[in-house]
């Protein structure tokens, strides 16, 4: 089942921050973050694991609430690379492999 | 080598082609993925390689064919495409764990005509 982000577009100026929220309906064991910008292929940015362990990227931070279902991806003092478009990822389970992203936010960056 | 290549990058096919989207990754990961992307929606998944094995088949229609020859490629036949078809097709890599990010491949922009 796939999983739900707001919002669906967030428009900022360099320097301002933004959160981007991911649920689910169903038991979340970790939650994928990637960013894809326009004609180019998704980029794994965090992995969230029950626990609280996080994987990835050291500019970006995220929260996983286990009990909500939820993932929160943090973007602080904006860049222009940071545009583009936030899907966060579930897997089916505990198994690997069918990973559902959400529809996706559109992060847009201005000077 | 941190990358997963996909050819060709664009693909023009009628109705009654018979056509290959290649990927390769030496990354030494053991699951491979083909995921279908049209505009403005998020990947959807097609099929999952784990170990050279099919895995996981999200019910595609038989007109794609995947295929693993290797630890290292992944191809995906294509023969009587349909014009709702179009879109982009994107190979991802990972280690066969739920604790690992994919890498996908740039992808490959195809178009039935």
């Known amino acids: 089942q796939q999983p739900v982000q707001s919002p669906q577009a967030v428009i900022l100026r360099e320097g301002e921050d933004a959160v981007i929220n991911c649920s689910s309906s169903k038991a979340l064991y970790s939650v994928h973050w990637y960013r894809q910008k326009h004609g180019e292929a998704p980029v794994f940015l965090m992995i969230l694991l029950k626990g609280g362990e996080q994987k990835g990227h050291e500019k970006i931070s995220a929260s996983f609430n286990e009990k909500k279902q939820q993932s929160s991806l943090y973007l602080t003092a904006s860049q222009l690379s940071y545009s583009g478009t936030y899907f966060c990822?579930?897997?089916?389970?505990?198994?690997?492999?069918?990973?559902?992203f959400g529809q996706g936010t559109i992060l847009t960056v201005h000077p | 080598d941190t990358e997963v290549t996909q050819t060709p990058k664009h693909l023009v096919m009628g109705m009654t082609n018979k056509k290959s989207l290649k990927c390769e990754q030496h990354m030494g990961h053991r699951a491979m993925y083909w995921y279908k992307q049209k505009a403005k929606k998020p990947p959807e998944l097609m099929f999952v390689?784990?170990?050279?094995?099919?895995?996981i088949n999200e019910s595609v229609p038989s007109r794609f064919s995947p295929e693993c020859p290797n630890s290292s490629l992944l191809n995906l036949h294509l023969h009587a495409l349909q014009p709702e078809d179009s879109a982009l097709y994107l190979c991802?890599?990972?280690?066969?764990?739920?604790?690992?990010?994919?890498?996908f491949g740039s992808g490959t922009r195809l178009t039935v005509v």
């Open positions: 390689y784990s170990y050279e094995k099919l895995s």
């Open positions: 991802a890599s990972s280690r066969p764990d739920t604790h690992y990010g994919y890498t």
């Open positions: 990822g579930t897997p089916g389970g505990t198994s690997y492999g069918k990973l559902t």
